[in-house]
């Protein structure tokens, strides 16, 4: 017993003594500079960038051998095609360097940016300055009339307009998206109230207004919120409609609370139809008022015949499940002529009207255009 443990005490003697020895070599060889490269090898290092340059143009090594061998620069190929590797692994760590620098300041430049935004969206909810509701009017193509309106919401941070495509998604990261909502649909709800009493829409019974709800506004209390504005506003569920995104369809508590807004009446369409999460049986199953056709297939309309065909499926699918269709992006009398022979009588875009500001979308409604035509005319300047 004592033997054994003489002899393994004795191994690790030895194992430490190997790697005492190969530290001492490791540190020797880092504190001794590296042989220098022999001349040749040198001159082809400053020349290696052309040097591969050619053989990028096809010139093959034994081509380049030759031709250095006339300049008295003997080397062989091995030679050559090792410094020509070491030269291509330099350039491929400087590109990689310069990318990293480059993605370092891009990521620098988004956060400083989404920091001024949200900065921004702060301070224009605490002082309700810069944020701003248009109103895109959605119309009847047959007739002309206005059948609703949908609020879009436009900011202006200082002398600058920004995007909803840059802003909202920092409104909805940062958590104020749900007092941006807040704000939203009480202003478009006060707007409603107005058209109704100044006797705007058919039959002077006011304009339906729809408002776009975000995903992270979706929680138990939105029913209680909305109905709270509805009551102190003094508006009728029937002039309110709310429009939710594809992405709600991923949301496992979505067909109840949609269920629990339709029950009290309010108007519900899907946004962007046809873009994103949509499963026909869960569309199916959804107490859904309108499909929104979206621009992107409208924009087709005329020049790509599958276009025609999947509008189409679109507007009959939506028939046969009780349900409106409203085409969006309408820029074109022929896109509308289409629209219409398709069966969507339906629409919003420019060739009705842009979004506007509250106190246009009046006089636009006061003016009771008798089509598209002559909306067209007046309002796409």
């Known amino acids: 017993m004592n033997m054994e443990l003489r002899l393994v005490g004795h191994e690790d003697d030895q194992h430490n003594s190997v790697i005492g020895k190969i530290k001492h070599l490791l540190e020797e060889i880092e504190t001794t500079p590296p042989p220098p490269l022999p001349a040749t090898h040198s001159a082809l290092m400053g020349v290696s960038n052309q040097l591969l340059a050619l053989r990028d143009k096809g010139f093959s090594s034994e ?7 006339q300049c ?16 291509l692994l330099a350039r491929m760590r400087a590109y990689e360097e310069k990318v990293e620098i480059s993605l370092r ?40 009339s206005i059948i609703g309106a949908e609020a879009l919401l436009r900011w202006r941070n200082g ?5 909803p495509v840059e802003f909202i998604p920092v409104a909805e990261e940062s958590g104020l998206i749900e007092d941006i909502g807040a704000w939203v649909l009480r202003e478009a709800c006060t707007e409603a109230k107005r058209w109704e009493r100044m006797g705007l829409g058919g039959h ?10 975000s995903v992270k506004q979706f929680s138990d209390r939105l029913v209680g919120d909305i109905h709270g504005v509805l009551c102190d506003v003094g508006l009728s569920t029937k002039l309110l409609g709310v429009e939710i995104t594809e992405s709600f ?18 108007h519900i369409s899907i946004d962007d139809f046809g873009t994103g999460y949509s499963c026909l049986s869960r569309v199916s199953a959804l107490p859904l008022d309108t499909i929104k056709i979206d621009r992107a297939f409208i924009i087709e309309l005329g020049r790509s015949p599958g276009a025609g065909a999947v509008v189409q499926t679109l507007i009959s699918m939506a028939h046969k499940l009780g349900m409106n269709t409203i085409a969006e992006g309408v820029e074109t009398q022929q896109q509308a002529e289409v629209l219409q022979r398709l069966g969507c009588t339906l629409a919003q875009g420019y060739l009705y009207a842009k979004p506007l500001p509250a106190s246009e979308f009046i ?11 002559k909306q067209a005319n007046s309002l796409c300047a």
């Open 249 to 266: 369809l991923a949301e496992n508590n979505s067909q109840h609370l949609l269920q629990t807004l339709h029950d009290t009446g309010l």
């Open 204 to 213: 002077g019974k006011g304009i339906k207004v729809s408002v776009n709800l």
């Open 72 to 87: 008295d620069i003997n080397v062989s190929m091995d030679e050559l095609n090792n410094i020509l590797r070491q030269a």
């Open 159 to 163: 002398s600058e307009f920004v995007s």
């Open 363 to 373: 006089s636009f409604a006061k003016g009771a255009p008798a089509g598209p035509a």
């Open 105 to 144: 300041r891009c990521h620098v430049k988004a956060s400083a940016r989404t920091e001024f935004i949200e900065r921004g969206l702060r301070n224009a909810m605490k002082s309700g300055e810069g944020l701003q509701l248009h109103y895109q009017p959605q119309v009847d193509m047959r007739t002309g």
């Open 63 to 69: 081509w380049l051998v030759l031709a250095l061998s």
